[in-house]
């Protein structure tokens, strides 16, 4: 039986990125907080120690960082007719552990969804037609960019964004990015100095007509101290970012924006290594009142509340919706159903160049360091001759140039030996790469629910993943990299090898860990799980947060708009809910 | 019923006066830093490593049994003044009543108002752990006889911010169980020159330009005490807890008094120059530096708006190096306060610099940017570090 402790006002599953922007805004409204999260307390000053944090094989190798299987897996299929089965080790994508969440070891890429992102359905249709779009399940998003273009600068202003505008209040300005959607003001920090590869690629790029901006990132180019009073360093270019947690203050987390102030709250309370098992509802399913964990000695609690933040990892958050029968479960054959539609991923493929004579130096790196044209990405160029509709951006990053990982050779090169440690010497200063990033639209037959087989160690199901990649975005990403074949030509390069994606979604090798969708957000009840508030439609005191909210997936990183839905799901709370209980939305 | 009446009335007369005193009583628990040894609860049992032994600190919640319940304010008066406790057992100067003997009567009183507020806690401490012969207790007759001078602190020809800083410092504030040199006895010698205790080197208050605060201006010793760091340093170690529980609480005024008074303490002996015939540590210790130290601190020593600068850091100047030996080999955590609330950690390089390469980044950090002080030998490393493995 498990033990009921006093009621919080908001109870938070999760201490990431959108669970310590809630808990600080939830706390700041005067609200009693409580966070539950699985994994362990992780704090900069103890856990990332910058004289050790770059253990290769420690963080990048072992994921010395990461959630690991046993204690969550999921299993995984291509398509409904075959079995699922369970992934032995995180390959595909790496989710996160602990306070901070994935938010520790991303690397800082910072973007914004565009205009047309949010209201992607209608701007399809406006431009092509309905028929454009017939055989995805694209839809709008419920809220407007100009509605939530303030929670993006709240969110960049916290993590002291490094880049350049390229479209300030409709004026576009040079340097930027002029694909953007217009922007209320300037990035709080100057882009990062960049290297050489990425200086290279913008100028062939700029000489091609073609429009290179810096990458906005969430590596620091200066100090900077945040709204909250929070100070962060600059970025000394390690080049462990992805996979690591930043031991110089320098990379934008929970531990250097947030926490320190939540953290001294006294209405603010963090239980650390506590799995949430449900959410408990009342017999008519239409209020939450409670969640059930377990702590790390495997004793049972009952955390009431009157609010309830699903705030975990995309994926989990789904399954948490599942396993406490939030929401119904969406059935890809009738379409009936919410929760687990509209899963996405992303669309990536690659070109890398070799040269000879050169000295690219890619151990001066960062996660987010380099440079971008977004003449290729969402529908920033005209589909209306072409077979497909969204697109990638394409980006040359100096990034992860490290001992372990990093050894490209040149196609032909034996996998051992004296020739090949002489083509890893020869392939790491003189190539280059830079790679599309693509945009993942929904489809019927992609989606979650549970896994009918497996189990985790507490009996509770698995999530299933049912996932390919669609037609649609296969011929985007094969177009994509026709295009950067062509760009690859004025480099004059040796060699330029470029990938091209295959269907057949395997789960081993690492791609991305840029899930999306499943708990969308919609202005329709039958399509989407939680309203334009982020509100679930069903347990109007449930809100789930992060880019499980998402109607799709753009050819961009998902984290600035997860953080800017976590400001504008919490000013709905602060600002509407609180003041009166109840659906922020008539269904 | 009538009884439950009149005690109604009695209360609402009562309370407003009490709630005033009892603010002004917590005022002082942050000025004489209470948290920091007594504990968060003010439960005590924390312990203070002496050079004469281990004491664990007593419980002064309001506990019948085990806290100072049954004291009355005399009793509690005589305590913090005189260092002698109900029935006559005598305090060790630890506790520092040779400094709260300077205290007026109105703050004892406001304070002893606050303690019999707070939550009473069960916590039996066996405070004295001392080695022979120090921990007979009636030895502290004799000390107090020697070493106990309980003078007034006050000049009439100063300002009154003077004399208010002049109070703080010297009387609830304490500065000089950690910032005063002390002799054999443990008593102190030579006003706030800066003193080693439990592994640390707090340092040089005095104007003294090198060691001491010469170079702060008042305002930069303000914003030190209310938020933990300045342009010139960051406060970490015991410094971090005092700012956090005692000076970042302070009003405004008294921050001024304290600057106003630190500010005029003649200047100490200073730190014995700078580091001579140590051409090939500096040399080394360059090399040294950039590789492990200038992500953070900058390769001109200036760190940043998070980082502290090395260049002109006072407490990098100091005669003895302990408090940078022992901040490299195990790291530190800065302060964090309301207005300042990140909290930085120095991260431990003992696992990967060995005692000659701290030596040398340490004498190569205190001998550049135009920071002078003696060398650093590889031998005091190694003792810190020996130090550090045995847990004192």
């Known amino acids: 039986m498990a033990r009921v402790l006093p009621k919080k006002d908001a109870v938070i599953i999760g201490l990431g990125w959108t669970g310590s922007i809630l808990a600080q805004q939830l706390t700041d409204a005067g609200l009693n907080v409580v966070a539950i999260e699985r994994g362990p307390w992780r704090d900069t000053a103890t856990d990332f120690n910058i004289a050790y944090m770059q253990d290769e094989l420690r963080y990048a190798v072992r994921k010395d960082l990461f959630l690991q299987p046993n204690v969550e897996a999921m299993t995984m299929r291509n398509d409904m007719s075959q079995t699922a089965l369970p992934m032995r080790d995180y390959g595909s994508f790496l ?24 209201s992607i359905r209608t701007h399809l249709t406006q431009r092509y037609g309905a028929a454009k779009i017939k055989n995805l399940q694209l839809q709008d998003w419920g809220v407007t960019w100009n509605e939530i273009e303030p929670s993006f600068d709240q969110f960049e202003y916290l993590c002291g964004i490094s880049g350049k505008a390229g479209n300030l209040k409709g004026q576009i300005q040079p340097g930027g990015n002029p694909f953007e959607s217009a922007r209320s003001r300037e990035y709080p920090n100057p882009p990062m100095k960049m290297p050489y590869a990425s200086t290279l690629f913008a100028q062939t790029m700029k000489e091609q007509g073609y429009h290179p901006f810096p990458l906005p990132s969430a590596n620091l180019s200066q100090a900077y101290v945040n709204p909250l009073g929070v100070r962060m360093g600059q970025c000394s270019y390690c080049g462990f970012c992805e996979r690591f947690a930043c031991g110089n203050y320098s990379k934008a987390s929970a531990q250097t924006t947030v926490l320190p102030v939540l953290m001294k709250k006294p209405n603010f309370e963090v239980r650390t290594e506590c799995e949430v098992l449900k959410v408990n509802l009342t017999p008519d399913g239409k209020h939450a009142k409670s969640v059930t964990y377990l702590d790390a000695n495997g004793v049972e609690y009952e955390q009431p509340g009157d609010i309830v933040l699903i705030c975990a990892y995309a994926l989990m958050n789904v399954r948490m919706m599942l396993l406490s029968r939030i929401g119904a479960q969406y059935d890809p054959k009738t379409g009936a159903g919410t929760v687990g539609r509209n899963y996405c991923y992303q669309t990536s493929s690659g070109a890398r160049l070799f040269f000879e004579g050169k000295h690219f130096n890619p151990f001066i790196g960062a996660g987010s360091l380099g440079q971008t044209i977004d003449d290729f990405n969402g529908d920033a160029f005209d589909h209306s001759k072409l077979d497909f509709v969204g697109g990638a951006g394409i980006s040359c990053t100096v990034t992860n140039g490290r001992p372990i990982g990093n050894r490209p050779t040149l196609p032909g090169t034996p996998r051992w030996g004296a020739k090949w440690k002489q083509a890893t010497a020869d392939g790491y200063q003189n190539s280059m790469g830079f790679g599309s990033q693509g945009s993942s639209y929904p489809v019927r037959e992609n989606y979650l629910d549970l896994d009918p087989t497996y189990t985790d160690r507490h009996g509770r199901p698995l999530l299933r993943v049912t996932f390919d990649f669609p037609d649609n975005d296969i011929a985007m990403s094969h177009y994509l990299s026709d295009q950067m074949e062509k760009m690859t030509e004025p480099f004059n390069a040796k060699l330029a090898v470029v990938s091209r994606l295959k269907k057949g979604w395997d789960s081993v090798p690492y791609q991305s860990t840029h899930n999306t969708g499943g708990a969308v957000m919609g202005n329709d009840p039958k399509t989407s799980a939680v309203n334009k508030y982020l509100q679930s439609w069903d347990v109007p005191n449930v809100f789930v947060i992060g880019a499980s909210a998402f109607a799709h997936n753009a050819g961009m990183n998902p984290t600035g708009t997860v953080g800017a839905l976590a400001f504008w799901a919490a000013e709905a709370i602060t600002t509407k809910y609180i003041k009166s209980p109840g659906a922020l939305v008539q269904a | 019923m009538r009884s439950f009446v009149l005690a109604a009335a009695l209360i609402a007369i009562a309370l407003p006066a009490l709630a005033a005193n009892t603010d002004a009583g917590k005022y002082q628990v942050a000025l004489g830093d209470c948290e920091g040894c007594h504990g968060k609860n003010l439960a005590g049992g924390v312990v203070l490593e002496t050079p004469f032994g281990k004491m664990l600190t007593s419980n002064i919640t309001p506990d019948k049994d085990t806290g100072i319940g049954n004291y009355s304010l005399q009793d509690f008066a005589l305590a913090m003044k005189r260092g002698v406790a109900p029935g006559g057992r005598r305090l060790y100067p630890a506790m520092p009543y040779p400094s709260y003997a300077h205290m007026s009567d109105g703050d004892i009183a406001a304070l002893w108002d606050y303690l019999r507020t707070v939550r009473p806690v069960k916590n039996s401490v066996q405070v004295n752990q001392l080695r022979f012969p120090y921990n007979l207790r009636f030895l502290m007759r004799g000390w107090n006889y020697l070493f106990f001078r309980p003078v007034p602190i006050g000049d009439a020809s100063k300002s009154p911010e003077w004399n208010r800083g002049a109070y703080l410092v010297n009387g609830p504030g304490h500065c000089g169980a950690c910032h005063s040199p002390k002799n054999a006895f443990g008593a102190d010698k030579g006003p706030l020159t800066g003193a080693s205790l439990q592994g640390w080197f707090a340092p040089d208050l005095t104007s003294d330009r090198n060691a001491g605060l010469g170079s702060w201006s008042r305002s930069d010793i303000m914003e030190y005490l209310e938020t933990g760091r300045n342009a010139h340093s960051l406060a970490s170690g015991p410094m971090a807890e005092a700012v956090e529980n005692s000076t970042s609480r302070m009003t405004d005024e008294d921050l001024v008094a304290i600057a106003v008074y630190l500010s005029e303490l003649p200047p100490g002996k200073g730190n ?40 002109g850091n006072a407490s990098v100047r100091q005669v003895r190096a302990d408090t940078l030996v022992r901040m490299v080999l195990a790291g530190g955590k800065a302060a964090a306060t309301h207005k300042a609330p990140t909290g930085p950690g120095m991260p431990s390089f003992g696992w990967r610099l060995n005692d000659d390469q701290v030596a040398n980044i340490l004498t190569y950090v205190r001998n550049n940017w135009g920071n002078t002080a003696p060398a650093v030998s590889a031998e005091t490393v190694g003792r810190i570090r020996s130090a550090l493995h045995s847990g004192s």
Do not use: E
């Open chain 1, 95 to 118: 989710p996160g552990n602990g306070v901070g969440g994935a938010g520790v070891h991303w690397n800082g890429h910072t973007w914004r969804f565009w205009d047309s992102d949010f």
């Open chain 2, 272 to 311: 014995g120059g700078g580091a001579t015939g140590a051409d090939a540590q500096i040399k080394a210790g360059a090399v040294a530096y950039d590789v492990s130290c200038a992500a953070c601190h900058g390769r001109d020593g200036k760190g940043s708006v998070l980082f502290p600068p090395l260049a």
